[in-house]
T-cell receptor, first 114, second 112 residues
Framework: ELKVEQNPLFLSMQEGKNYTIYCNYS?????LYWYRQDPGKSLESLFV?????AVKQEGRLMASLDTKARLSTLHITAAVHDLSATYFC??????????????FGKGTHLIIQP | GAGVSQSPRYKVAKRGQDVALRCDPI?????LFWYQQALGQGPEFLTY????????KSGLPSDRFFAERPEGSVSTLKIQRTQQEDSAVYLC??????????FGPGTRLTVL
């Protein structure tokens, strides 16, 4: 059974600081996703990582994937209050291509304080 | 363009009632997914359609849950004889390929 673990689950940090959220998964997968969810809202797609060594950046967020270690990281640079949200990583339930459902981690609740 | 839409946005049901939740995917998206998100948790996969074919229903928690997509576009998730543990947000997502899923706003179901 595929399991996805995120840590930390809760993170309070100050504006201007850097931090990293970790996502470990238990079985082989070739697709990893990062989503953002604001309170009471739906999920917004941030990154789709499809290969070992993939790195993607958007603004102050950068995501990477190491399929051999079954690890993805979401790095936050010089955090600002607007980045406060819950961040989920998710992994495709099957490898080898084809659409399928995702298995999500429990989410990292991020609070950025002035 | 229009995103994934879901209706109703909120639904309150008495225990034992049947409910039907609707999802309108992004036009042209072949794949459609349903997820259940309990409060404070990540979404959990329920079922997946490719066009009108239901290719995976392994996440449906019981035989009270039923989903359909008869014409390969709009989908309905039906829950029969609702129970309190069914209270959650039900999210629908659609995808043009297998790479990215676009989520709707969700339906918040409360079972009293």
């Amino acid at each position: 059974e595929l399991k996805v673990e995120q840590n930390p689950l809760f993170l309070s940090m100050q504006e201007g600081k850097n931090y990293t959220i970790y996502c470990n998964y238990s079985t082989t997968s070739d697709r990893l996703y990062w989503y953002r969810q604001d309170p009471g809202k739906s999920l917004e797609s941030l990154f789709v990582l499809l290969s070992n060594g993939a790195v993607k950046q958007e603004g102050r967020l950068m995501a990477s994937l190491d399929t051999k270690a079954r690890l993805s990281t979401l790095h936050i640079t010089a955090a600002v209050h607007d980045l406060s949200a819950t961040y989920f990583c998710a992994v495709g339930r099957r490898s080898g291509g084809g659409a399928d459902g995702l298995t999500f981690g429990k989410g990292t609740h991020l609070i950025i304080q002035p | 363009g229009a995103g994934v839409s879901q209706s109703p946005r909120y639904k309150v049901a008495k225990r034992g009632q049947d409910v039907a939740l609707r999802c309108d995917p992004i036009s042209g998206h072949v794949s459609l997914f349903w997820y259940q998100q309990a409060l404070g948790q990540g979404p959990e996969f329920l079922t997946y359609f490719q066009n009108e074919a239901q290719l995976d229903k392994s996440g449906l928690p019981s035989d009270r849950f039923f989903a359909e997509r008869p014409e390969g576009s709009v989908s309905t998730l039906k829950i029969q004889r609702t129970q309190q543990e069914d209270s959650a947000v039900y999210l629908c997502a659609s995808s043009p390929t297998y790479n990215e899923q676009f989520f709707g706003p969700g339906t918040r179901l409360t079972v009293l």
